[in-house]
Antibody
């Protein structure tokens, strides 16, 4: 059974940093693209970043480019996002989501999601 | 690339609900739909415009043409009350894009 478990959320001051993790279970981790999607309180879904199965291709939303870095560790079956220079508008529940192929691009979708971890940016 | 959804749709039990997702020439893209109930993670209900993942009832169907994609839910039940989000891949920016979401209310 596929399972995705996020961790690392919490309260951080503006300008601070946080690293989120997503532990993956039940599938061959390096065969599938992975993504981070966030949802601000009472708002819709916003795609944040994606990474191919090999880790060789990464993609970022304009709102986080240059501040967030996505990565994956196949030995630990874990997806990460390093979030720097955090702003109040980064406050959201962050979900990790799995793709159905290694590519993470056109023709893909998000077939499994974790339950999310809450990041609050406030002084 | 912008996807436009109506903020809310209301439907009586047993009737058919239609939720639209508008985008420039969206018919040339592959559209996904996700259902999200309060306090829960999204669940994929339609991919590749009209394909249902295993476990999704046949009451859920999708179509996509021109500038509008549509999620149709037949014989609506109280348990279908949720937010529904459409999604596409924008190849011009290498970004995934979500619509703003539609809250489906079952009267």
């Amino acid at each position: 059974e596929v399972q995705l478990v996020e961790s690392g959320g919490g309260l951080v001051q503006p300008g601070g940093s946080l690293r989120l993790s997503c532990a993956a279970f039940g599938f061959t981790f390096n065969n599938f693209a992975m993504n981070w999607v966030r949802q601000a309180p009472g708002k819709g879904l916003e795609w944040v970043s994606g990474i191919s199965g090999s880790g060789g291709d990464t993609y970022y939303a304009n709102s986080v480019k240059g501040r967030f870095t996505i990565s994956r560790d196949t030995s630990k079956n874990t997806l990460y996002v390093q979030m720097n220079s955090l702003r109040a508008e980064d406050t959201a529940v962050y979900y990790c989501a799995k793709g159905p192929s290694e590519y993470g691009r056109s023709g893909d979708y998000f077939d499994y999601w974790g339950q999310g971890t809450l990041v609050s940016v406030s002084s | 690339y912008v996807l436009t959804q109506p903020p809310s749709v209301s439907v009586a039990p047993g009737k058919t609900a239609r939720i639209t997702c508008g985008g420039n020439n969206i018919g040339s893209k592959s559209v996904q739909w996700y259902q999200q109930k309060p306090g829960q993670a999204p669940v994929l209900v339609i991919h590749y415009d009209s394909d249902r993942p295993s476990g999704i009832p046949e009451r859920f169907s999708g179509s996509n043409s021109g500038n509008t994609a549509t999620l149709t839910i037949g014989r609506v039940e109280a348990g279908d009350e949720a937010d529904y989000h459409c999604q596409v891949w924008d190849s011009s920016s290498d970004h995934w894009v979500f619509g703003g979401g539609t809250k489906l209310t079952v009267l």
